[in-house]
C-alpha cells in the first residue's frame, strides 16, 4: 500500500468516527433538550404525530450537523496527517480519545444542566455553582487518572468500530432524505387548489396596514401628549376613527388569527405564540374570501409569528413573500436547509425557525436586539414590490413589526422625547423582572423605556407617511380604501410593562382603528366599542364580499357614514389562553369584555373563576377591582362572558 492510499485510508476511516462523534454527541444533547418539557410544550398545539414528525426534524438536524462539524474537525486534522507520516496512527486515535472525552464531558455537563433547571432550580445559584464546578473538577481529575481516563476515551468504543461509524454516517444521510421525500409528498398531497377567482375582477382595492404593538394610546391622534404620530393623524383628518376598539388578545399570534378568520382564540384555535390555525378554519379565512371574490391577495407580515400564520392558511395570498427575518448566516442556512422544512402542512415550521434561529444566535453570541427587529422602512418597500405585481382589483395586508420591542428607533427620532444621554436598563428579555407585573417603586424605569417606545412610534409614522405619499402620487389610492389598524398594544402603567398579559388591561388592548373610503375628505368619529372580530367582516362587506357563515363579529360599515355616533354601544370580548391545550376544555387564562353602555371591563381568571371589574378610565391597573361596589353590574358582565362563550368550563365563583 503506497503512502497516499496510507493517507486517504486512515484519514477516511478518522474521518467516519469523527463524524460518528459529532452525530451521537449532538443528537444525544438534542434528546436531552427535547425531553423535559420542549416536546411536552407541543402537545398544546400539535398533534401527537405531528409532536414526533417535530422531534424527527430536529433529530436528523441535529445529526446533519454532528456530520458538518466531524467533517470540519477531519479537514482540520488532514495537513497534520500528511505532514507527520511516522506519526499518522498515533495522531488520529489521540484525535478520536479527544474528541471521545470532549463528547463525554459536554454531553454530560448539559444533562446536569437540565437537571438542575428542572428538580433542583429552587436550590438558589450556589447549589448549581458547585454541582457545575465539582463536575468539571471531576472531568479534570479524570485527565490525570490513567484508570478514569481509559473509562472516558473508551466508553464510546462500541459506536467508532468500522461497521458501526459507517451505518452512522448512512443512517443520517438516508434519514435526512427520508424526511425530504416525507415533506415534499405530504406538501404535495395537501390540498392545493386556490379559491376561484369571480368572473369579473373588482373595481376597487383595499390596503390594510397594521402596525405591532400600537396602543392607541400612545398615538397622538388618540389623545397622546407627544406628537407621536403626526402622519397618521394627517390621515386621520380624511378619515373614520373609531375610538373604542380593542385587541381579540394580548399578543401577536393569537390577534392575528383573529383577525383573519374573525375568530375569537377560543374558536380559532390558536392559544400559543407559535400556533397555526387548523385546516377547518383556515378554508375561512377572510383573505380566502377575498380571493373567491375576484380580488388579487397579498401579504407581507414583518413578525415571523404572523407570517407562519398566514402560511398556515394555504393558499389564501397570490403573493406571500417569506421575509429574510435575519440576513446572514441563519438565512443561507435556512435556504440550504430548505427540503427539511418544507409547508408541508404538518408540525410548525414557525417553531423550526425559531429554533434554529435561538441555535444560531446563541452558537454566534448576537445580542438579541439585532435580529429581532424589522425595520418599518423595509415593511413597506416589499410592500410596494407586491404592489407593483398586482393589478387593480387588489387586497393587500401589511404588517409591521415596528414599534414592537427592542425599541430602536432611527437617529433622526432617538432623543425626540428621552434625553440622548439617557441610558436605559439593561436586562435580559426572556427574563424580565418587570414581569408578569412591576411594583409602584420602578415606574420611573418604565416611564423611560416609554419614551423611548414612543420615539419609535415616530419611526413608524414616518415610514408610513413615506409610503402614503408615494402611493398617493402614483394614484394608486383613487380606489383605493386604507385600513390602520395594530395586533395588539404596549403598557408602561399601571403595573404592566409590554404586552401578553393576562390582565387585559387597557392600553395593552385598546388598540387604533382608522379608515379612509375612496375620495372621502372629512374626518369622523365613531365612538361604538367593538373588537378585532370585527374587521374581517368590515372588509369583506366594503369589498361587497359575502363573509363565512363562522364570522360572528359585526361588521362596521354602517357606521362609516356618519361623525360622533356609537357612544354608549356594542361589547368587546378578549381572551388570554396560552397555558391551555388546543386538544382539550378551557380550564386556564383570563376572559374579558368591555361592555360600552357601562363603560367597564370584566376580566375572569378562569383557574380561580374570580372575576374584577374595572371602571374603563381605571383599566390600566392589572389589579384593580370595583365588583364590591357594583356587583350587579359585575354579574350582568360575568353571564355575558358565558353567553358568548358557553365552551368555557364554568364553576362556581
Excluded at 133 to 138: L, P, S
Excluded at 146 to 158: F, Q, Y
Excluded at 226 to 239: M, V, Y
Excluded at 348 to 354: D, H, K, P, T, V
Aim: glycine share 8%; charged share 20%.
Amino acid at each position: 500500500m503506497s503512502k497516499r492510499s496510507d493517507f486517504r485510508s486512515l484519514l477516511i476511516s478518522l474521518w467516519f468516527r469523527l463524524i460518528t462523534l459529532g452525530i451521537v454527541g449532538l443528537v444525544f444533547a438534542e434528546a436531552l433538550f427535547l425531553a423535559p418539557g420542549k416536546a411536552q410544550g407541543w402537545t398544546f398545539y400539535l398533534t401527537a404525530s405531528e409532536v414526533a414528525f417535530e422531534v424527527v426534524v430536529r433529530l436528523v438536524f441535529a445529526a446533519l450537523a454532528g456530520m458538518a462539524f466531524g467533517t470540519i474537525c477531519a479537514a482540520a486534522v488532514a495537513p497534520f496527517l500528511w505532514h507527520f507520516k511516522s506519526s499518522r496512527e498515533r495522531i488520529a486515535d489521540w484525535v478520536t480519545k479527544a474528541g471521545v472525552f470532549l463528547v463525554v464531558f459536554l454531553d454530560s455537563r448539559f444533562a446536569l444542566t437540565i437537571l438542575i433547571k428542572a428538580w433542583w432550580s429552587n436550590h438558589g445559584p450556589r447549589f448549581t455553582a458547585a454541582l457545575l464546578t465539582a463536575h468539571f473538577v471531576a472531568f479534570a481529575a479524570a485527565l490525570f487518572i490513567p484508570r478514569a481516563r481509559k473509562e472516558v476515551v473508551t466508553s464510546l468504543d462500541g459506536l467508532l468500530g468500522e461497521k458501526m461509524t459507517r451505518r452512522a454516517a448512512i443512517a443520517t444521510v438516508g434519514g435526512a432524505a427520508a424526511l425530504a421525500v416525507t415533506e415534499f409528498a405530504l406538501a404535495k398531497s395537501a390540498p392545493v387548489v386556490k379559491a376561484a377567482l369571480a368572473p369579473q375582477r373588482p373595481k376597487s382595492n383595499v390596503l390594510l396596514i397594521t402596525f405591532d404593538a400600537l396602543s392607541a394610546e400612545d398615538m397622538s391622534l388618540y389623545g397622546c401628549r407627544l406628537p407621536t404620530t403626526p402622519n397618521i393623524d394627517a390621515f386621520a383628518r380624511k378619515a373614520t376613527v373609531f375610538t373604542k376598539f380593542f385587541a381579540g388578545s394580548t399578543f401577536t399570534t393569537s390577534c392575528t388569527a383573529t383577525m383573519m378568520t374573525g375568530l375569537y382564540p377560543s374558536e380559532s384555535l390558536v392559544f400559543q405564540t407559535q400556533g397555526h390555525v387548523p385546516a377547518q378554519n383556515a378554508e375561512k379565512s377572510f383573505s380566502r374570501a377575498m380571493r373567491a371574490g375576484g380580488f388579487s391577495t397579498g401579504g407581507f407580515f414583518s413578525n415571523s409569528n404572523a407570517y407562519y400564520l398566514a402560511e398556515s392558511l394555504r393558499n389564501a395570498y397570490d403573493f406571500l413573500p417569506e421575509p429574510t427575518y435575519q440576513a446572514g448566516g441563519l438565512q443561507y442556512l435556512w435556504d440550504a436547509t430548505t427540503p427539511l422544512h418544507q409547508n408541508s402542512g404538518i408540525g410548525s415550521r414557525l417553531q423550526e425557525y425559531c429554533d434554529l434561529m435561538e441555535v444560531w444566535n446563541t452558537v454566534g453570541g448576537l445580542p438579541y436586539d439585532l435580529y429581532v427587529q424589522y425595520p418599518a422602512v423595509a415593511s413597506f418597500e416589499h410592500a410596494r414590490q407586491i404592489l407593483a405585481k398586482v393589478r387593480d382589483g387588489f387586497f393587500l395586508w401589511v404588517h409591521v413589526m415596528t414599534p414592537h420591542g427592542p425599541y430602536l428607533p432611527d437617529a433622526a427620532d432617538r432623543g425626540r422625547f428621552l434625553p440622548s444621554g439617557v441610558k436605559l436598563r439593561k436586562f435580559d428579555e426572556e427574563g424580565t423582572p418587570w414581569k408578569p407585573h412591576y411594583n409602584p417603586d420602578q415606574q420611573h424605569a418604565v416611564d423611560e423605556y416609554h419614551l423611548r417606545y414612543d420615539e419609535f412610534i415616530l419611526t413608524a409614522d414616518r415610514a408610513f407617511g413615506s409610503f402614503m405619499a408615494e402611493l398617493e402620487g402614483d394614484g394608486k389610492l383613487q380606489n383605493t380604501t386604507v385600513i390602520i389598524s395594530a395586533d395588539h398594544g404596549e403598557s408602561f402603567e399601571g403595573g404592566v410593562y409590554q404586552h401578553e398579559s393576562a390582565y387585559q388591561t387597557r392600553p395593552v388592548i385598546h388598540i387604533p382603528l382608522i379608515i379612509r373610503m375612496p375620495g372621502q375628505q372629512d374626518s369622523r368619529t365613531v365612538s361604538v366599542t367593538a373588537d378585532q372580530t370585527s374587521l374581517a367582516p368590515t372588509i369583506l362587506e366594503l369589498a361587497g364580499v359575502t363573509k363565512p357563515e363562522s364570522m360572528r363579529g359585526p361588521s362596521l360599515v354602517k357606521w362609516l357614514s356618519g361623525d360622533a355616533q356609537g357612544e354608549g354601544e356594542g361589547q368587546a370580548f378578549c381572551q388570554f389562553l396560552e397555558k391551555n391545550s388546543v386538544f382539550k376544555p378551557l380550564h386556564h387564562g383570563t376572559v374579558g369584555v368591555i361592555d360600552g353602555k357601562s363603560s367597564h371591563q370584566y376580566v375572569l381568571d378562569l383557574d380561580t373563576q374570580k372575576g374584577s371589574l374595572r371602571p374603563l378610565d381605571q383599566a390600566q391597573i392589572w389589579n384593580l377591582d370595583r365588583s364590591a361596589e357594583n356587583p350587579a353590574l359585575a354579574e350582568q358582565l360575568r353571564a355575558a362572558i358565558f353567553a358568548r362563550f358557553p365552551e368555557l368550563v364554568q364553576k362556581p365563583a
